[in-house]
């Protein structure tokens, strides 16, 4: 008989959607078990309440949110709102004995290097940096390149990316790596799904805003995963010529589910090299998919997955001496754009194999 270790995990956020789609996948892997369930002005409430499609946890009760009641567990995890979670990961820090839990944040506060692009683009005082939980990524030094599921083996803290970040990124990542773009010329226009948003009301997301809608936001580079992106690209990168990206997001009217299409002006005309570069990068991970030419990522085919698909072409015609790379990337914004990849670096983190709990099968239609 195999004897498998349990974690304790202890979710604050747990009435959100981030908090939700954390617990959805904690119900399905099988090395955890779910302990304190935190949130804010639903403490007091039963779960089922907020959380209608998770009827295994529907009469456990919401507790507010304090480090002495998430402290104790083997694995925290923050899904809360910007700002929340720098000082709760402190205090619980503080509170904790020994080592303390693995934290793994779901929020902002922790994700850039630059406590200066952080004050630019959020405003306030920057939390300070923990590694950042995209194995994918590439990252290191030129002799010393890896991805950066390395880093996070073993990991006490962890940073979970923007979910508009990751898509961006894991589109663009092999052509950057392989230096056949121009990353000082990036555009990437993105169809985001409302549940990006969170559940807080705004004027906007009212249903009849939001219904048969499409609407522009953080336009004209005052997006706040616009110095995440350039971190990433960076990191990926050997090139003296830092990433300059021009961000676009528009809501679309579908509840879950980013569809990014980055271009960046070619180095190199050949239709083939870049079809390899995109396959030789992507074809050892588990959860990026490069799909077969002809076919194109969509949004419905990854929902409830930890799965993001990706697809390159060449537009000989976008101007330039070799045209412009076209580069989409499709993900489930509460799955590879948060929760999945949450789990993902908290197998890592705690020795567990990368993929477990983690669906690659969605549902159709
Ligand atoms: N939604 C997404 O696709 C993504 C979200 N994220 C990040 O995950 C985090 C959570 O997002 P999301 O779930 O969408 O947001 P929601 O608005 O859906 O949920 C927010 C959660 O935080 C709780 N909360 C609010 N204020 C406080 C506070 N002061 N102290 C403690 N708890 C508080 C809320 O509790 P209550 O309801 O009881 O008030 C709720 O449980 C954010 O940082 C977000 O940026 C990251 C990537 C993608
Ligand atoms: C629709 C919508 O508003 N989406 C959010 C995505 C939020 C996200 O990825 O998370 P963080 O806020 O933690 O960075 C946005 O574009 O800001």
Redesign the pocket.
């Given at each position: 008989m195999v004897m498998r270790v349990s974690f304790s995990v202890a979710v604050a956020g747990a009435s959100g959607y981030a908090g939700g789609e954390v617990l959805r996948l904690l119900l399905n892997h099988p090395d955890v078990r779910i302990g304190a369930l935190t949130a804010h002005s639903s403490a007091g409430d039963r779960l089922g309440v907020h959380q209608p499609h998770l009827p295994a946890l529907a009469d456990r009760v919401i507790e507010p949110t304090s480090a002495g009641t998430l402290a104790g567990h083997d694995v925290v995890v923050l899904a809360l709102p910007?700002g929340a979670s720098g000082e709760l990961a402190d205090a619980l820090s503080a509170h904790a004995e020994g080592a303390g839990p693995l934290i793994i944040d779901?929020?902002?506060d922790h994700?850039l290097i630059s406590a200066e692009d952080w004050q630019r683009f959020y405003g306030s005082d920057h939390a300070g940096t923990w590694p950042y939980g995209m194995p994918e990524l590439l990252t290191g030094s030129p002799e010393a390149a890896h991805r950066q599921r390395e880093d996070l083996r073993g990991a006490r803290r962890i940073a979970?990316?923007?979910?508009?970040?990751t898509a961006v990124t894991l589109a663009l990542q092999p052509g950057v790596a392989a230096e056949i773009i121009d990353p000082g010329d990036i555009v990437a226009a993105l169809a985001?799904?409302?549940?990006?948003?969170?559940k807080s009301l705004k004027p906007h997301l009212l249903a009849s805003e939001a219904a048969g809608n499409l609407q522009p936001?953080?336009v004209g580079g005052t997006?706040?995963?616009i110095p995440?992106i350039a971190q990433n690209l960076r990191s990926a990168s050997n090139s003296a010529i830092a990433p300059r990206i021009s961000f676009t997001?528009m809501?679309a009217p579908v509840s879950r589910g980013i569809l990014a299409t980055v271009t960046a002006p070619l180095t190199v005309g050949d239709a083939n090299l870049v079809r390899q570069v995109w396959t030789e990068h992507w074809e050892h991970e588990p959860f990026v998919d490069l799909l077969p030419a002809g076919t194109w990522p969509s949004t419905a085919a990854v929902s409830g997955t930890n799965r993001a698909t990706v697809q390159v072409a060449l537009d000989s015609g976008a101007g330039g001496a070799h045209g412009r790379v076209v580069a989409m990337c499709a993900l489930d914004?509460l799955g590879k754009?948060?929760a999945g990849a949450a789990i993902q670096s908290m197998n890592l983190a705690l020795g567990l194999p990368e993929t477990t709990g983690l669906p690659t099968t969605g549902v159709a239609p």
């Amino acid at each position: 008989m195999v004897m498998r270790v349990s974690f304790s995990v202890a979710v604050a956020g747990a009435s959100g959607y981030a908090g939700g789609e954390v617990l959805r996948l904690l119900l399905n892997h099988p090395d955890v078990r779910i302990g304190a369930l935190t949130a804010h002005s639903s403490a007091g409430d039963r779960l089922g309440v907020h959380q209608p499609h998770l009827p295994a946890l529907a009469d456990r009760v919401i507790e507010p949110t304090s480090a002495g009641t998430l402290a104790g567990h083997d694995v925290v995890v923050l899904a809360l709102p910007h700002g929340a979670s720098g000082e709760l990961a402190d205090a619980l820090s503080a509170h904790a004995e020994g080592a303390g839990p693995l934290i793994i944040d779901c929020g902002a506060d922790h994700r850039l290097i630059s406590a200066e692009d952080w004050q630019r683009f959020y405003g306030s005082d920057h939390a300070g940096t923990w590694p950042y939980g995209m194995p994918e990524l590439l990252t290191g030094s030129p002799e010393a390149a890896h991805r950066q599921r390395e880093d996070l083996r073993g990991a006490r803290r962890i940073a979970v990316p923007g979910c508009n970040a990751t898509a961006v990124t894991l589109a663009l990542q092999p052509g950057v790596a392989a230096e056949i773009i121009d990353p000082g010329d990036i555009v990437a226009a993105l169809a985001v799904g409302y549940s990006g948003a969170g559940k807080s009301l705004k004027p906007h997301l009212l249903a009849s805003e939001a219904a048969g809608n499409l609407q522009p936001y953080g336009v004209g580079g005052t997006h706040r995963h616009i110095p995440e992106i350039a971190q990433n690209l960076r990191s990926a990168s050997n090139s003296a010529i830092a990433p300059r990206i021009s961000f676009t997001p528009m809501l679309a009217p579908v509840s879950r589910g980013i569809l990014a299409t980055v271009t960046a002006p070619l180095t190199v005309g050949d239709a083939n090299l870049v079809r390899q570069v995109w396959t030789e990068h992507w074809e050892h991970e588990p959860f990026v998919d490069l799909l077969p030419a002809g076919t194109w990522p969509s949004t419905a085919a990854v929902s409830g997955t930890n799965r993001a698909t990706v697809q390159v072409a060449l537009d000989s015609g976008a101007g330039g001496a070799h045209g412009r790379v076209v580069a989409m990337c499709a993900l489930d914004n509460l799955g590879k754009g948060t929760a999945g990849a949450a789990i993902q670096s908290m197998n890592l983190a705690l020795g567990l194999p990368e993929t477990t709990g983690l669906p690659t099968t969605g549902v159709a239609p």
